[in-house]
């Protein structure tokens, strides 16, 4: 069994306890204030899950169906799923920003903003123990530091990235 965390554009947060081949809403839903694109990045060790919607706002979804925090960082929508590890949430913009708020209370850790005109960031990837691998719709990939979101190393590839990633190890 488990637990699924989603939105819709209706601007609602559900979450659904999933056991037996069967699912069953848990709790009323959440309401986001703006429609819920991306998806929920899920917390190491049971904790909630955590999503954002079209006004850039963080919500953290505990799987009883209540709300830890709400965060808006900045005011642009987030499409993508946030990457989460044991401290930090890791939030995705429309806009190229990537955002890392603190998984307790969600205060702001660091703020990337990427240069020039506005370029999606696709979900991040964790990478080893201190890296974070943001994709760009336009081929760019950002390795940034986990904890201080200082860029280590880029690599552009030459064609558009429309799809989320994920590491193989």
Known sequence: GGVLVFGDDLE???V???AGGRARRVGRH???GAAVRGGA??????GPAYIGNEAGTVYAVRRNSTKDWDR????????RTPAVDARLVYVPYTTGTVVALQRNGGERRWEFPRLGPP???LTP?????DLLLVPYADGLIVALDRMTGTQRWNYQIAARLSADAVVKR
């Open 12 to 14: 609602r947060i559900h």
């Open 16 to 18: 659904f306890q999933v």
């Open 30 to 32: 959440i309401r986001a």
């Open 41 to 46: 990045g899920n917390a190491p060790g049971g």
């Open 72 to 79: 808006t960082p900045i005011r642009a929508p987030i499409h």
């Open 119 to 121: 370029v999606e960031a």
């Open 125 to 129: 990837l964790l990478y080893g123990p």
